[in-house]
């Protein structure tokens, strides 16, 4: 069984920047998944990251997140800058293994953190 548990959500004012914490031990053959619901929308997919180091994002987070792992790959990051109150959403780290590829198709993960809260302020 793959524990996954976030830190680091909280409460910034547009324009100012969090990094996100995801605690995995995956060491090969993944993907690995940030995602965000906000209230009264469906969950959707952020950016994911595979074994390769390989990354994707969603359009509305280019050039404001980024996706990463250290160097022990036993932890996962999610660095968003230039934050705006459209980003507020629980955010949900998840890991999709055996798996080969980048995805973001949520049925392809089978594991699941908890979510933490990020809130941006206009």
């Known amino acids: 069984q793959i524990h996954l548990e976030e830190s680091g959500g909280g409460s910034v004012q547009s324009g100012g920047s969090l990094k996100l914490s995801c605690a995995a031990q995956?060491?090969?053959?993944?993907?690995f998944g940030w995602f965000r619901q906000a209230p009264g929308k469906e969950r959707e997919g952020v950016a994911s990251i595979d074994s390769d180091g390989s990354t994707s994002y969603v359009d509305s987070v280019k050039g404001r997140f980024t996706i990463s792992q250290d160097n022990a790959k036993t932890t996962l990051y999610l660095q968003m800058t230039s934050l705006e109150p459209e980003d507020t959403a629980m955010y949900y780290c998840a890991a999709a293994t055996p798996l080969a590829f980048l995805t973001l198709v949520q049925s392809r993960y089978n594991y699941w953190g908890q979510g933490t809260q990020v809130t941006v302020s206009s």
């Open positions: 995956i060491f090969s053959n993944y993907c």
